[in-house]
């Protein structure tokens, strides 16, 4: 099958191409001078980019719902596949140093960096940010790449296990514990305090942070709802801050939703309320009575 046939093959099950310089893994500064963000779909394009380099490497943008398991070697690939034996079934193709590339379909709501390197050996790609190189392409020394399991449409790839998913995004975070209630323990009124300190983290969030910081904390305010948290209330106090942050709403809902769904299967770990220091004058202890009384 010829590169061509390749490409455009790539671009019907909806993935966007780029050009990649004769046995290299960088894209052809002539004819894609922005790189990726030249990356395309349209056949006309595609066929005349190839027409100009028939010998030109193939690589794939992932559209960003889509999460691409750059694994760099075997052995990592090993272990992943060990600790999520669900890899098996996804799309994925052999690299030249025996790594893999494995195509997986993020949950609605979520997205992920392409920074991150939360697992030893593997990088973050596609997500419609970072692309991969492709079968047919080899390399100046001849090795090149090819599909293990093939890959489909993107809406078709299995999605990412939950369990591997939740090492890739960031840990929630613990329980403020300047939040103090006289109830202690996991009273309404604490529950209720946590709640509007998490919300309070979103709020204030830059742009660029938005979606992952309320993935975080809808994790953790999902943490709370064994302790007797409302679902409703948790949803829409964190939809109302992601909200005033920019985030659109229905971004925002569906993010919340999956972070407290996925909090509520880790109850979060509650110490027990500190108590306020006590007053140090004879004035100030008094004081404090009375609004104990009032």
Known sequence: MRPIEHVLGYARLGYAVLPLLPGEKRPHP???????????????????????????????????????????????????RRDFPELEAAPRQRTPKEGRHVFLRLPEGV????????????????????????APTRLKD????????????????????????????????????????????????????LLQAYAAQVARTPEGQRHNTLIRYAVAAGGLLPHGLDPR??????????????LPEAEARAAARWGLEVGASRPLVLEPSPKPPEPRTYRARVYARMRRWA
Request: hydrophobic share 45%; glycine share 10%.
């Open 233 to 246: 209330e948790a949803e829409e106090a964190l939809v109302a801050a992601a909200m005033s942050a920019g």
């Open 142 to 193: 001849g090795r090149g790449y090819e599909w293990e399991v093939p890959l489909v449409r993107p809406e078709e790839l299995p999605l990412v296990p939950q369990p591997l998913l939740l090492k890739l995004l960031p840990p929630p975070p613990p329980p403020p514990r300047s939040v103090w209630t006289p109830e202690g323990g996991t009273s309404p009124k604490r529950l209720q305090a």
């Open 30 to 80: 002539r004819l894609v001078p922005h790189g990726l963000k030249e990356a395309s779909r349209d056949p006309a394009t595609l066929e005349a980019w190839w027409r100009a380099c028939p010998e030109c490497g193939v690589g794939i943008l992932a559209p960003e719902g889509v999460l691409v398991l750059d694994v760099d070697q075997g052995e990592a690939w090993e272990a992943l």
């Open 111 to 134: 997205k992920l960096s392409a920074s991150v390197r939360a697992l030893e050996g593997v990088d973050l790609r596609g997500m419609g940010r970072a692309y991969v190189v492709a």
